[in-house]
């Protein structure tokens, strides 16, 4: 019994900690309001799902797909690091996209902090319908 | 001693994540995450995905980090303390708590970690490890995927980042000609 939820707990132990790791990262992109905190959150997300795939693609006393002379060689499955060979680089291009947005929206409303870029938002709307700003209230 | 790397760089990650979560200065997030990739990169060398750990060690920890300073330099490195009310801050803890929580049940269906008997291990991965030497003549699996076996995929890989590449600059060399400001010839400032 004990060995038997042991051997489950080492089975599951880096799926575990990719979930984790993934909410961690959800949890920083939906929690914090500066934009290049949640951007590093995206990052770990994206990361985590890395991991899973090459969990996925890990056995046990395997090597890396590098094809050998000895025939009794096992290796790890190369598939999985083939997608996220792609991901990676997909990831770092929508990454600098994100960084350049923030600048950009530094640039336009003077912060990258989401509440003060809704208020700016909020008071260019009262200016141009200033009757939805009576109907708020004060 | 494999296992046991794997659930040691593991457990850094994790805290490298909460890390992460708490400090409010970027400039030390930013830092954090890049040992954060560097981690990650050592844990793919274990999980036998060599590629993956030199491709994320030399992207993530080293260009990802320099944009991120980029940025940084241009925006500041202060993140405000939040200001919202309790049930805001709830909210997204449950959210991620239940989502974790569901993810966690998923796990229980997944097939137990580095078991050679897993089925995503054979059919098409065995045609790969077998033919993939007589096919293209690269030792290196990975690598014949990536740039043969997939090479249109590849491909359109290059034209995501060239699109990235053209919006960063649409987004940033835009704003050094508004910047110039009024000395703009006519014909720009109609065209916006």
Known sequence: MMSELLSQVVGSYNYWIVVFLMMTGFYILISRGNLIKKLVGLNVFQTSVFMLYISLGKITGGTAPILVDDPEALYSNPLPHVLILTAIVVGIATTSVGLALAVRIKEAYGTVEEDEINEIEAGIDDRRAPGRAALRGP | METATDIVLLALLAAT?????????????????????????????????????????????????????GALALVGHREKKPTRTGRMQVLPLAVVLITGAALVYGTMDLPPFGDAANPVHHRVADHYLEETYHEIGVPNVVTAVLASYRGYDTMGETTVVFAAAVGVMLLLGGGARRRRGGAAPASESESE
């Open chain 2, 17 to 69: 994540a909460v890390g992460l979560v708490r400090i409010r200065n970027l400039f030390a997030v930013v830092m954090l995450a890049g040992i954060y990739s560097l981690l990650s990169a050592g844990l793919f060398t274990v999980l036998d995905a060599v590629d993956v750990a030199f491709t994320e060690a030399a992207v993530g920890a080293g260009i990802s980090t320099v944009l991120f300073l």
